[in-house]
Each structure stands twice: as C-alpha cells, then as structure tokens.
C-alpha cells in the first residue's frame, strides 16, 4: 500500500506506553499544575541518552522538541548522532536508554536478540536519489528506483555510498540488490560518514547518492544537488519508503539502562502533541518528517519483529 499522510487524532486518552507521559502537549499547556511541572518524581534529575540515526539530529528536529520533554520531566536528554547500525551497537553494549532508527530489519534482530523492547512506529519521510543537474546517466523522473541504479552503474557515473552501517546505507545495499547490481570499481565511493557529508562529497564531485528526505531538505540551500528519483511522498516507489521506530533498551540485559526515563520518553514522543509538533516542524517551508504513532488504524505488527508469532498462534 503506498504510504500516505496519515489522518491523526486531535485527542486521544492516556496512551498505553507510559501513561504518565502520553498526554503531554508541545507548545500548549498541560494538565498539570504548576506545582507538578518542574519535574516528575523518580526521573527529575536525570539524564536520558538517546543513540539515534544522524537525520534525526542533523535535521535539528530533537534541538527543536525536546526542551519540552527536559522541562516537563526536569531531566535532559543527551542524543547521540550515529548510524542506525552504530546507534544498537551502542545500546548493544549498554551505552544507551533509548534508541531512535530507521531500518526495520536491523530494529527487528535487535528485539529478537533481547536488546530492545517496546517498539513503536514513530514517524516517516522518504529516500530520494539525487544528483547533478547535469544528471550524466539520465535518471530523472524515473518511477523505478532500482532500474535508477543499474543505469548509473552501467554509464559508470560516479554514485557515492554512506558505507557506514546505517540505515541509509542499509537501504542502499537492499536497492542494490533488487536491481541485481553488486556495486564497485571507480565510480563507487564509500564514504564511511554520516548523511551530510555524503551529500557534501557527492555535491563536490558531481556525483549521485541516496539521501533521506529530510536531510537533503535541510542541506539543500548549501549544495547544488537535485531529486532526481522522488520517493512515495512524491507518489514515487515504495520501496523508497523510510519509517523510524523507537524502542526502549532491555532492563533485563543491561541493569544500568535508565527504563523509567525511556519509557517516559517514548509515551511523550508518540503522544499527540510530540506528533503534532514533528509534523509541524519544516526547514525552508517544507515538512521534514510524517508522524505515525498516533493513528485511527494502528499496526499492532510495530511491537514486535515482522514475522513474529507466539506458541499459541500456532495451535
């Protein structure tokens, strides 16, 4: 099913995850009163460390939403900027509370090793391919994302490749793949960095690279690239779809996990008002990310990893 802007709820009760933490506004007041707002109990104090992919960071959404979240709790958040790949090493290791990613399959092998619990769909954008105006292998406006890349391969034009582990880069690989194209020689370069200078080297090279949305919206003033594949935002493939979960890391594996914190944080940052405001927030005009947390129709399928079943759905 193609993705689509989803119609979200104006109001909804106490959320599921986090109770406490689901009716929190953005921008409005609370139910809380004055007396209660400078802190909750057991958490006020604190700090949160967040490991989280580079477009969540770099595109200055989290500096933009969460000092509500520090000054409801009293807490303050230390969000560290990694490749999807980097950020579960990280929390792996028991190096993070909560973890913010983009790439369902390394999420999924991450709960299925125990290291993650508590998953819930967050918001979405799109990948785009984007390029030189020049467009020297004549990619643009293509509608197949796959047959963009085998032409770039076979013109030989150079492409630039994240080479990092994340999510951007695991997507990459997938498209790869399905185009039944092994990448390699001259033309491709792994750049081992985040999205932003990616889009840096591939601007000053002339060259072609995969980008997430949102970071190439919030670069795109400083580099003379162009979207030249448009992702299902702009009704182009699906398979260029990039939906962000977040999950909280297993007290159980890692005792110094901070769960009454991340917990917290999860009911705020997909409770309405978190929603509203990432669905307000824009570079240049334009909307960066989608909310998807909050939903007339959810997807009971975020919990857990796809294709998972219990004992008894097999009675």
């Known amino acids: 099913m193609p993705i689509q802007r ?46 989280t992919t580079t477009s969540t960071y770099d595109t200055g959404l989290l500096d933009e939403i969460h000092p509500n979240f520090e000054d409801m ?40 090793n125990g290291y993650g619990i508590n998953r ?11 390029g030189p105006e020049s467009d020297p292998a004549g990619i643009q406006g293509m509608s197949s994302a796959t047959e963009a890349l085998s032409t770039i391969a076979e013109s030989g034009s150079p492409f630039i490749s994240r080479g990092d582990n994340s999510g951007t880069h695991t997507k990459e690989l997938n498209l790869w793949e399905a185009a039944g194209t ?74 110094n996990a901070n769960y009454d914190l991340a917990m917290a944080y999860i009911g705020w940052i997909t409770s309405p008002g978190a929603q ?14 989608f909310p998807e947390a909050v939903s007339e129709d959810p997807n009971f399928q975020q919990y857990v990893p796809e294709g998972w079943s219990s004992d008894s759905d097999d009675e």
């Open 6 to 51: 989803r119609q979200f709820l104006t109001a909804i009760g106490t959320g599921a995850i986090a109770s406490t933490a689901g009716c929190a506004q953005i921008g409005g007041s609370s139910d809380q009163s004055d007396g209660e707002s400078g802190g909750q109990a057991g958490v006020a104090g604190e700090t949160l460390t967040l490991t």
């Open 73 to 112: 709790y009293g807490v303050s958040v230390d969000a560290v900027a990694q490749g999807t790949g980097a950020a579960l090493e990280s929390a792996r290791n028991g190096d993070s509370d909560v973890v913010m990613v983009h790439a369902r399959g390394l999420e999924d092998e991450f709960m299925r």
């Open 120 to 130: 819930r769909d967050l918001m979405f954008n799109d990948f785009v391919i984007v």
């Open 182 to 255: 092994e990448p390699g020689g001259d033309w491709y370069q792994e750049t081992g960095t985040g999205m932003g200078e990616a889009l840096n080297v591939a601007n000053q090279q002339d060259a072609y690279t995969l980008s997430d949305r949102g970071t190439f919206i919030s670069q795109r003033s400083e580099i003379d690239l162009t979207i030249l594949v448009q992702g299902p935002i702009e009704d182009g493939p699906e398979i260029l779809a990039n939906p962000y979960g977040i999950m909280a890391v297993n007290p159980g594996v890692h005792d």
């Open 276 to 289: 509203d405001a990432i669905s307000s927030y824009q570079v240049n005009g334009e909307q960066l990310f």
